[in-house]
């Protein structure tokens, strides 16, 4: 692995439309469940042991070189809110665009052909990694830390709380990021003995509903 | 593990490539930014008013947080509505449409898919501040629009709108008498910053509204399919 081809693919300006995105923090302010760095780290613990989790370990099978439509049907099944699946596949597509232009294979190429309207951008988010010469684990850091970070810096935006209480929460939650992705790694890795079911498939209801609820606001400052 | 860096280029991955992926060339794109209410959704209406009957055209807005500039358009009926895409900026404007523009280049692709072909796309950013501009991946040229109200002072302040902007537009030039600015200074100072590049002063509310800007916008396209 390339640990500076990590840092290029994990940082948070890599140009694939997440800045739009608060990652569920946008309802959660809204309803009064982040009102300060405290409730900002419950929700992320919350997200990353849930849907981070999903993402990370469905990146690091994509890593790994499992068929992304296989690993695109796994994601849908994992995702039961409509506009939550569509902004997965519109973020996967914006990714697409990006890991293309940067890390250029024949292997995106193929994908992007496959999926025009784009695959789970976790899916993507491995085989960018796999076209940067990146392993496994090194994709299920970038979708374990984004899932927390892309909240933590919307509610930066959201409450004008202190960026350095927000980051502070993310350097707390790091040796959780941390095994979370061993985790993740780990059953990626038992995916072509098991199939798609060794994947993980948690869930946190509150985000899928307040997704749905969220995606019919009239005014709304992120995407999602 | 797989690294291929062989270049393949026959999608539409890379925003400034003039060619779509089934090799047809693609619309010319123009942004149009400036500071919050300058007159940018008012320009692009009346754009589109003037060039509809000979070229195919749609728009992409940036709003800031909600779709009030694409629901405008809409309301005002200036193009058919399959023809108006709105762009969610997470707040920031200036971010879509300079430095992570893949959500813009999506919406510009989109548009020529399902309502093309298109000569011509008109990309309005929310109002932001005097140093957003928009990414030469995104766009072939922009607009700043500037209005008389804000301030006589804007040309002179500079920044890289007012400075590298292919076309400045100093908008509202009916409203000068009443807020006091010196056009003459403006334009003294517009042209110390611009050097050749060309500047517009327009009021939407006269007779020739945005003839000038109309012509600019002809010229460019010109080019572009020459
Ligand atoms: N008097 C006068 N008013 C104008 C002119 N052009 C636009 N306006 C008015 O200025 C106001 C703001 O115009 P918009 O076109 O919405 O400005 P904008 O730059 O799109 O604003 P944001 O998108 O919010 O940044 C509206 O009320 C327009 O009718 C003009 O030439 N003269
Ligand atoms: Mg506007």
Known sequence: ?224 | MHVDHSPSHDGPAVGADARRADGSRRALRIGLGGPVGSGKTATVAALCRALRQELSLAVVTNDIYTREDADFLLREAVLPPERITAVETGACPHTAIRDDISANLEAVEDLEDEVGPLDLVLVESGGDNLTATFSKGLVDAQIFVIDVAGGDDIPRKGGPGVTTADLLVVNKTDLAPYVGSDLGRMAADAKAQRAELPVVFQSLRSEAGVTDVAAWVRARLAEWTA
């Open chain 1, 1 to 224: 692995m390339s640990g500076a081809a990590l840092l290029v693919l994990a940082d948070g300006r890599f140009p694939a439309g997440g800045h739009a995105h608060s990652g569920g923090a946008e309802a959660a302010v809204k309803a009064g469940r982040i009102t300060g760095a405290a409730s900002l780290e419950d929700f992320c613990r919350g997200r990353l042991h849930t849907s981070g989790r999903v993402a990370a370990a469905l990146a690091a099978a994509a890593a790994l070189g499992v068929d992304p439509s296989l690993l695109d049907e796994a994601a849908d099944a994992r995702t039961p809110s409509p506009a939550l699946r569509a902004v997965a596949r519109r973020l996967g597509r914006q990714l697409m665009r990006a890991a293309r232009a940067t890390w250029p294979a024949d292997e995106l190429d193929a994908v992007a052909g496959q999926f025009p309207k784009g695959a789970h951008q976790p899916v993507v988010l491995g085989l960018a990694a796999r076209s940067a010469g990146l392993g496994a684990a090194d994709a299920a850091y970038c979708a374990a830390y984004e899932s927390v970070s892309g909240p933590a810096t919307a509610t930066v935006r959201l409450l004008s709380l202190d960026p350095f209480e927000a980051t502070a929460v993310l350097a707390r939650l790091a040796p959780e990021v941390d095994r979370v992705v061993d985790l993740a790694a780990e059953a990626a890795g038992r995916v072509a003995e098991e199939g798609v079911d060794a994947l993980p498939a948690g869930s946190a209801p509150v985000l899928e509903i307040s997704a749905e609820a969220h995606a019919g606001w009239p005014v709304r400052l992120f995407a999602s």
